[in-house]
């Protein structure tokens, strides 16, 4: 039984054809399925049906996230476990949320995010053929990720809602930011084997600070941020590096707010693995480990 990795995010807008213009162009995702308030996408080398979803929605923002897990009875098994930590579940069919769907349980992390475990998401393969393929395919546009990578999201209480994605969820933490009171202001926590699946900062309760898509290395973040620029992106960051998961990143927003990153690097973790402790005092190194600075506009939120 496990949570494998993060599967998809819903994320809101209030101008559905502007946003759908920006990811298909700019980020270079494929619309994989269209309804009258939602359009579905994915990334080249996914096979799955959808891992974006935007929904028309007078702010911007995160409605939901998922994570796909190895198979339907372990569904079973995480409703049992919220069950037994006094966590109401909706579960849903498979199709039943919408087209490509599989089969979820839906439910609230105490930080107020909507969360869904899901599995039997429709496999629509990816862009290359099984026989002889070649490396990437050679039409494609935009900064073109293979895959989406993580989520980092805000919590009033950040210990918190890390206590409850290990007790309950089953993930480790990688890497944490402790403050001089001994309370936790970030963590990064993996399911993957990755340096992080989903990350926590100390926040407004419900916040999305970025959804991150991977890219092959550290020229493809160049390459990103100069398509950028191009195309009027505003950006959050130049291209840098993170002290904490080692990864490097470029961070830019959505043309109605949402922010991005693109992100290449990290580690591997094995289970069992001690965290990374950052200081308080640390804390800009481990977001931007070159020049060590946190700008106050990259802890805005939108909830």
């Not at 270079?28 to 996914?46: N, P, Y």
């Not at 070649?134 to 890390?162: K, N, Q, S, Y």
């Not at 800009?284 to 805005?300: H, N, S």
Request: charged fraction near 20%.
């Amino acid at each position: 039984m496990s949570i494998l990795r993060l599967s998809h995010v819903e994320l809101r807008t209030p101008d559905l054809e502007l946003s759908t213009a920006y990811y298909t162009e700019v980020i270079g995702l494929i619309e994989t399925a269209r309804e009258s308030d939602r359009v579905f996408f994915k990334a080249w080398d996914e096979r799955q049906h959808h891992s974006l979803v935007l929904t028309f929605a007078p702010t911007h923002g995160l409605n939901h996230l998922g994570f796909k897990v190895t198979d339907a009875s372990d569904l079973d098994v995480y409703a049992a476990r919220l069950a037994d930590a006094g966590v109401d579940v909706v579960r849903t069919a498979a199709g039943e949320w919408g087209p490509g769907h599989g089969e979820s349980l839906r439910f609230e992390l105490p930080s107020g995010h909507s969360i869904e475990l899901v599995h039997g998401m429709e496999q629509v393969g990816n862009s290359l053929p099984l026989t002889n393929p070649p490396p990437r395919p050679m039409d494609l546009v935009g900064i073109a990720p293979p895959r989406i990578d993580h989520a980092f999201l805000t919590a009033e209480d950040v210990g918190a809602t890390t206590d409850f994605l290990v007790d309950v969820l089953g993930f480790r933490v990688t890497e944490q930011v402790v403050g001089d009171d001994g309370f936790r202001m970030a963590t990064w926590l993996e399911v993957s084997h990755a340096s992080h699946d989903i990350a926590l900062l100390t926040g407004p309760n419900g916040g999305l600070h970025h959804v991150a898509w991977f890219v092959e290395d550290w020229g493809a973040i160049r390459d990103a941020a100069d398509l950028c620029v191009y195309h009027g992106v505003e950006l959050d960051t130049n291209p840098t590096r993170h002290g904490a998961t080692r990864g490097h990143c470029l961070y830019f927003f959505d043309p109605v707010g949402n922010r991005n990153e693109v992100f290449t690097g990290g580690y591997w973790v094995d289970p069992g693995s001690e965290p990374t402790v950052w200081t308080e005092a640390e804390m800009g190194r481990a977001l931007f480990w070159y020049d060590g600075v946190v700008r106050p506009r990259f802890l805005t939120v939108h909830s």
